[in-house]
């Protein structure tokens, strides 16, 4: 949703495709059900920020959110 407010066709083509190859990899692997109902919250604060036209906090969220999803896939950066 964030990549369409863009209004950018090729960067929100990107990042659903992105997306789906994300899914395909990552659904059976999740087991921590409660990590994947926090994202969910957090993407719905990240879209509520935004549409309150707080900008800024959306990304400072957004920021915290790849973070967070980061740590928690083990990755090191």
Request: glycine share 6%; charged share 25%.
């Amino acid at each position: 949703m964030i990549a369409d407010f863009s209004g950018n066709i090729f960067f929100t083509q990107a990042v659903q495709q992105q997306n789906r190859l994300r899914k395909l990899l990552e659904f059976g692997t999740y087991v921590d059900r409660r990590r994947v109902r926090e994202w969910c919250r957090e993407h719905l604060s990240i879209i509520e920020a935004i549409a309150a036209g707080d900008r800024e906090g959306a990304a400072t969220q957004l920021r915290e959110h790849l973070q967070h999803a980061l740590t928690h896939t083990g990755v090191k950066t």
